[in-house]
């Protein structure tokens, strides 16, 4: 089965080659401005289906494409990409010690049967100091990912702990994804398509 | 400084290379059979002192040595690596739907200096089905690790969520290293020593 990831994203596409599924990879290129809700939970599910569409209707009806987008709840704020490196450091001096919401919105199509959801996941950061904040914030790995923090790169040690599933922090959850697509009636091990 | 892995885990090096640090890796050979106690993190931790201190013994006192020993406990059992795929097949028709808890005790030491702590996190295993545990067993992957099961492999899909650290699961807690190497004195971004 032809399996296409409609996302940019360097994290997913390891997180999925992880899990034995080599994808596709089609960027939607589509103006995530368009979207204008305020629920971290809902603007993740819209984003994920906006790129699922767009690329849906550039692929065959026979393919399974999946969608899906990040945000950062914390204390009632949606934090995406960071500005540059004061808003990153900015960021850690208030999440240190405190927790957010990781929403990673879901959507996977294929033809016209489409399966939406989000799941999320809560982040506990670690009482790192200003030091670490500075010397995280210097190797530029938190200026390109929602939240400001990797779960999966030099940010590990500064996440104390987590209440989900883990991949869904990193960008996409493989128990989520398994579920939806078990929906679309595709036994999940049929996809794995490469080496372990 | 010299940073020593006292683990032949490939599972526990990606994870310190992930979070930028090289380390060189000396295998300890040690008996493990002689510890005899029966509580999950008391054995955890006391495998972790063993591999760290033969290893410790070999190196200049200059050098920071890690050991680190993981068990899955499941309702009162201690399960280290499954003895083939039908013990295998057999505890994850137990686990599905099902938790359990994975200790991995941490071992840390410079000199005549040392610290150990066992972290725990839930794990959480998903429904699966007959058909996706004979075709994970069959890849081979449940056989080589405690639990019977890879939250950063084929079995990621499998765990439905955990809490506490993802990397504690895998094998080696990041944000656990980070504060007993701040025990001994030394700050965790003086540690990083590879290109993120």
Not at 8 to 36: H, N
Not at 61 to 72: E, F, H, K, P
Not at 86 to 104: D, F, P
Request: proline share 4%; with cysteine.
């Amino acid at each position: 089965m032809r399996v296409v990831l409609a996302s940019q994203s360097p994290a997913r596409l390891m997180t999925l080659r992880s899990a034995g599924i080599e994808p596709e990879v089609i960027v939607s290129g589509v103006d995530e401005d368009q979207i204008t809700t305020t629920d971290a939970g809902n603007l993740a599910a819209a984003l994920a289906q906006l790129k699922c569409r767009a690329v849906a209707a550039q692929v065959d009806a026979d393919a399974l494409v999946i969608g899906c987008d990040s945000v950062l709840a914390f204390e009632g704020e949606i934090f995406g990409k960071p500005g540059g490196p004061a808003e990153a450091a900015g960021r850690w001096r208030r999440m240190r010690g405190r927790s957010g919401v990781l929403h990673t919105g879901h959507c996977v199509r294929r033809g016209d049967r489409e399966f939406i959801e989000t799941a999320s996941t809560v982040v506990h950061f670690a009482a790192v100091s200003d030091a670490e904040i500075d010397a995280y914030v210097a190797t530029g790995e938190p200026l390109h990912v929602a939240g400001a923090f990797t779960i999966d790169g030099l940010g590990g040690a500064f996440i104390s702990g987590i209440e989900g599933d883990h991949h869904n922090v990193v960008g996409l959850s493989l128990p989520l994804l398994r579920v939806l697509v078990g929906d679309l009636g595709i036994v999940w091990t049929d996809l794995w398509n490469r080496p372990s």
